[in-house]
Each structure stands twice: as C-alpha cells, then as structure tokens.
C-alpha cells in the first residue's frame, strides 16, 4: 500500500547537502537523533500546559484563540521532526555513525515523540481523549511491530498504510485547520477512528510481511 514513506529517497537526495555540512562540523547522528526527541517533548509539555496546567509551569486554563493557534506548532515540529530522522539516518549510514545506541535512541525517540505531541490533543476541545489515546497506543504497537520483524530474522518493516510519517501527516493537518479556527469538530471523531483503523490494518499488513519474509 501508498505510504509517505515511499517519498523518503527523493527527501533524502534535498537533505543531502546538510547532511553532509553537518557531518563536516562534527555532528553526530545521536545528536540529531536526542534534538528531535527534546524537540517533540518540549512542544508537547507546552501544548499540555496551556490547556491542562502543569504545577511546575503557570499558564491561564481558559481556552482562547491564541490557545488554538498554538496547535499550529504541532505541523510544524512534525516537518521538522521528519527532516532531523532523516538526517540522523543519513548521517549513520553515508559517514559511519551506526551505533548499537543510535538504533535504541532511533527506536524509543519515535515512539516517546508522538506520545508527547499527540497526547496533549486529549485536553483540546473537540478532540474526543479515548480516541487520542487509542491513536497513540495503536501506533506504539504499529512500530513496536515493524521492530519485532527484525527479531524473527525479517528486515524492519515501514509497511503501510498508516505509519509513523502517514499519522504524522494526517494529525499534522488536523491540528493546522484548528489552529487557524476552522470547526471541524463533527469530523475529528471519524478521523481518528479511521486513523485507528488504518494503524490496525498496519499493524496486520506488517505482522504478514514479515511472516512471509521469513518463509
């Protein structure tokens, strides 16, 4: 099945030229990798914190236009975060950076970035919070079993057709039309339904792929 991860080569021939930079400048893969992860989980306490205050922060818990224009951060720390991975993955693989704990930082970073980007959208109005949760733990078993592959003796698997980059793109999205104040709140529970469902379809169509590399 389509997924965005199909456009990842063409994405990494634009990066090349950075990716070779920082390499020249000393930058390590693991240093990319533990930016992007920081990155996400900043983003996601800020978010958290305007609309369920933290005690270590102080923030005003009424809901206004400025609070939904700062979902506009989520969009944008997910294109963000797509160019750091696949900077982090160029830079292990084209100047030998691989590294027993750049594949654990790689592995756990994910997973721990869209939980603490997604999450937060629970205490958002109109997002439904047991379908925010659903999402996310959908998608924590999704790359949980494309890791799994490589256990059985498959290669890890990105199958389709809701991974990581294709959640991404879809929450992107949401939390860009809300943030601009658009009310689309009689479809976010049918979306994040669908996306649930696609995440389950993955999680099958990855579980079979890697059975059939095996035999």
């Known amino acids: ?12 021939n634009l990066l090349r030229p950075v990716v070779k930079m920082l390499a020249r400048i000393g ?13 996400s989980i900043v983003t996601g306490i800020w978010i958290l914190d305007e609309y369920h205050p933290l005690p270590f922060l102080s923030a005003d818990n ?13 969009p944008v ?3 963000l975060r797509m160019v750091l991975n ?30 603490a980007l997604y999450l937060p959208l629970a205490y958002v109005a109109g997002f439904n919070a047991v379908l925010v949760v659903g999402m996310v733990i ?4 999704a790359e949980m079993t494309g890791v799994i592959a490589v256990q059985i003796g498959a290669s890890r698997r990105y199958d389709g057709p809701m991974g990581k980059s294709d959640r991404a793109l879809v929450v992107g999205l949401l939390c860009g039309i ?30 079979r792929k890697a059975l059939q590399e095996c035999q």
């Not at 104040?181 to 990855?206: A, E, H």
């Open 1 to 12: 099945m389509v997924s965005v991860y199909d456009i990842k080569p063409a994405f990494q």
């Open 27 to 39: 930058v390590t893969a693991n240093q990319v990798t533990v930016a992007a992860m920081l990155l």
């Open 62 to 74: 009424s809901e206004s236009a400025s609070s939904l224009c700062l979902l506009l951060a989520i």
């Open 77 to 79: 720390v997910l294109l």
């Open 86 to 115: 696949a900077i982090d993955g160029m830079l292990a693989r084209e100047h030998d950076m691989k590294s027993s704990l750049g594949a654990v930082l790689n592995e756990l970073g994910d997973v721990i970035s869209d939980a």
């Open 138 to 141: 959908v998608g924590i078993i």
């Open 178 to 207: 809300v943030g601009l104040g658009y009310d689309i709140s009689n479809w976010l529970d049918t979306i994040l339904g669908v996306l649930i469902g696609l995440g389950v379809l993955t999680i099958w169509n990855r579980s």
